[in-house]
């Protein structure tokens, strides 16, 4: 299995401008979960999709973020328009249904740093 | 309200030892999962290991223990024989058992120094 694929790895941009990340969840697993990490505020979660349907978007920071998953295999985190406070390491994790572990695998996550 | 608990912001161990990294956490449902990431200076995040709040016997998965105190509600992971490439932030998640299924609450990491 080819594990979770995050797209950009890396990504400079300058204030203002569209900032869109891209995830392939594994094959088979029904949840999505985007989570962003900061030193000063550690690993939140974002939004998670279960069956390409966002559940829960509390943590969305604000309007100026917004995700989707327009099938099983793709979802994206958009932020528009992108600010020097964004910049952190954006993780996609996914899993599958199931009362026992249900663990979630991480991608290997976007850094992105606006300028 | 906090969670889960790390209260060791960095510990350090000899290579060979064995190291606790502690963790509690707070939940009033009966039914949760706990969880240990890893995750290194490469920056992924891999799983470690998983206790369910039923489970009669404490996880183990290698040289990983978990010493899982439920009436303390604590999860510390025990790393026996710490090598060097145990180096890294670890991480202590609980299932949120409400609110959302298989929704994970992340501690703030504890990072682990292996020394030869």
């Known amino acids: 299995d080819a594990g979770v694929i995050q797209s950009p790895r890396h990504e400079v941009t300058e204030m203002g401008q569209e900032v869109t990340l891209r995830c392939k969840p594994i094959s088979g697993h029904d949840y999505l979960f985007w989570y962003r990490q900061t030193m000063m505020r550690g690993l939140e979660l974002l939004i998670y999709f279960n069956n390409n349907v966002p559940i829960d978007d509390s943590g969305m920071p604000e309007d100026r973020f917004s995700a989707k998953m327009p099938n099983a295999s793709f979802s994206t985190l958009k932020i528009q328009p992108s600010e020097p406070r964004d910049s952190a390491v954006y993780f996609c994790?996914?899993?599958?249904?199931?009362?026992?572990?249900?663990?979630?695998?991480f991608g290997p996550g976007t850094r992105l740093t606006v300028l | 309200a906090q969670k889960i608990t790390q209260t060791q912001p960095g510990m350090f161990v000899q290579e060979k030892e064995a190291v606790t990294l502690d963790c509690t956490y707070d939940?009033?449902?009966?039914?949760?999962?706990l969880f240990w990431y890893k995750q290194p200076s490469s920056g992924e995040m891999i799983f470690l290991i998983y206790q369910g709040s039923y489970d009669q016997q404490n996880a183990t998965e290698g040289r990983y223990s978990l010493n899982f105190q439920k009436a303390r509600k604590s999860a510390n992971l025990v790393i026996s024989a710490s090598q060097l490439g145990d180096s890294a932030m670890y991480f202590c998640?609980?299932?949120?058992?409400?609110?959302?299924?298989?929704?994970?609450?992340f501690g703030a990491g504890t990072r682990l120094a292996v020394h030869p």
């Open positions: 994790a996914s899993s599958s249904q199931g009362w026992a572990y249900n663990e979630q695998f």
């Open positions: 998640a609980m299932r949120e058992p409400s609110g959302g299924y298989n929704k994970l609450i």
């Open positions: 939940t009033s449902d009966p039914s949760y999962g």
